[in-house]
């Protein structure tokens, strides 16, 4: 069974951090592309960041480039997204995905509020 799970998610204020953490089974890990999505409301779903299968490509969307980290440990199935400086406006449920040519797998999703 292919199956994706993400944890880490929950309450934080603004400027704080977060570490988000999927673990992967059922498949080749390292072998797939890993990405963060993550879907606001009111707003349609949005690609966060993606890294390749050892981790040479990275790319993050504008709105959080230098306050999050994507990163990967295939000898441990788990991709992670590193939040720092939080605001406001990432709040909305995170997503852990895997692609390999036509294949694409989906996580549950974890809730990031950013709240005062």
């Known amino acids: 069974q292919v199956q994706l799970v993400e944890s880490g998610g929950g309450l934080v204020q603004p400027g704080g951090s977060l570490r988000l953490s999927c673990a992967a089974s059922g498949f080749t890990f390292s072998s797939y592309v890993m990405n963060w999505y993550r879907q606001a409301p009111g707003k349609e779903r949005e690609l966060v960041a993606g890294?390749?299968?050892?981790?040479?490509?990275?790319n993050y969307v504008d709105s959080v480039k230098g306050r999050f980290t994507i990163s990967r440990v295939n000898a441990k199935n788990t991709v992670y997204l590193q939040m720092n400086s939080l605001k406001p406006e990432d709040t909305a449920v995170y997503y852990c995905?895997?692609?390999?040519?036509?294949?694409?797998?989906w996580g549950q999703g974890t809730q990031v509020t950013v709240s005062s």
């Open positions: 995905n895997a692609r390999f040519g036509s294949f694409s797998s």
């Open positions: 890294i390749t299968t050892t981790g040479v490509s990275i």
